[in-house]
């Protein structure tokens, strides 16, 4: 059996890590030069050899143009073919705001709601804050923590912390969002890719200053048995010291140091 995975993302990499392991052969299409967009091309490099080496066929720089054979063929825009017994699209989520489209509130340039750091939404033509509407979740844009600028971030984590503030907030306490890090981690075979802020690519697209890092290191003492790297790429303020975004590539406790970075992210 094999399977087509359009999409590099989350969901396109635990699809394909899934239907490996029930032995259906998979191959990933993405449109970007590589998988996993919050990580920097470098970093992505240690991913697309965790893919190939467990048999997954790679085509990246390349998207679907068209289905055939009643979805047997993936016509690529590159004029590849590909044959397939089964289609799984994980090209991402778009915002499902046309609630609060309808309903006269504010939406951001790709249709995310926009909302105070109280959840509340705002209103499109005068732009007051709506007191009793409130937004939260994949749907909504919010302000990136690090570089203080509107964002969106569809994870649960984000989801969960907002849902609790809305709670507070209806009952008289004043509770705030400050804003998103996207702290992520994903497992994918042996491997585990965590993140946490703005890569490289978010800081120059942005222009804020920041010097790159990179450190290989052990996940444990050497001199105990049974060590394994953990590739990491930090991103910070020269001026300030301030950490702006981190990247980590490994196998055991690689997660728990993105944790630590997020912590002190967090504190300044």
């Known amino acids: 059996a094999t399977a087509v995975v359009v999409g590099g993302g989350f969901i396109g990499l635990e699809v394909a890590e899934n239907l490996t392991e029930r032995g259906i052969k998979v191959t990933i299409v993405e449109k970007m030069p590589q998988v996993m967009a919050p990580f920097d091309f470098e970093m992505a490099q240690l991913v697309h050899q965790q893919l190939n080496l467990h048999g997954i066929d790679l085509i990246l720089n390349d998207g679907v143009k068209s289905f055939a054979n009643n979805g047997r063929n993936v016509n690529l825009d590159s004029g590849k073919v590909l044959n397939t017994d089964m289609i799984i699209l994980a090209i991402g989520v778009a915002p499902d705001s046309s609630l609060a489209k309808a309903a006269g509130l504010s939406l951001g340039p790709k249709?995310?709601?926009?909302?105070?750091?109280?959840?509340?939404?705002?209103?499109?033509?005068?732009?007051?804050?709506?007191?009793?509407?409130?937004?939260?979740?994949?749907?909504?844009?919010?302000?990136?923590?690090?570089?203080?600028?509107?964002?969106?971030?569809?994870?649960?984590?984000?989801?969960?912390?907002?849902?609790?503030?809305?709670?507070?907030?209806?009952?008289?306490?004043?509770?705030?969002?400050?804003?998103?890090?996207?702290?992520?981690?994903?497992?994918?075979?042996?491997?585990?890719?965590?993140?946490?802020?703005?890569?490289?690519?978010?800081?120059?697209?942005?222009?804020?200053?920041?010097?790159?890092?990179?450190?290989?290191?052990?996940?444990?003492?050497?001199?105990?048995?049974?060590?394994?790297?953990?590739?990491?790429?930090?991103?910070?303020?020269?001026?300030?010291?301030?950490?702006?975004?981190?990247?980590a590539i490994g196998q055991e406790g690689t997660e728990k140091r993105i944790d630590v970075i997020a912590t002190a992210i967090k504190l300044k």
């Open 111 to 247: 249709g995310h709601i926009v909302t105070t750091d109280q959840m509340r939404t705002i209103d499109a033509k005068t732009n007051e804050v709506v007191n009793d509407v409130y937004a939260i979740g994949d749907a909504v844009q919010i302000k990136d923590f690090v570089s203080k600028t509107d964002t969106a971030v569809a994870l649960a984590w984000g989801a969960n912390r907002q849902g609790r503030i809305v709670a507070d907030v209806v009952n008289g306490i004043d509770n705030r969002f400050n804003g998103s890090m996207g702290t992520s981690a994903l497992k994918l075979f042996n491997m585990v890719i965590a993140s946490v802020g703005n890569n490289q690519r978010t800081l120059e697209s942005k222009k804020i200053p920041f010097v790159a890092i990179h450190a290989q290191r052990g996940n444990h003492a050497s001199y105990y048995p049974g060590a394994t790297d953990i590739a990491m790429k930090l991103c910070f303020n020269p001026k300030t010291g301030e950490i702006l975004g981190a990247q």
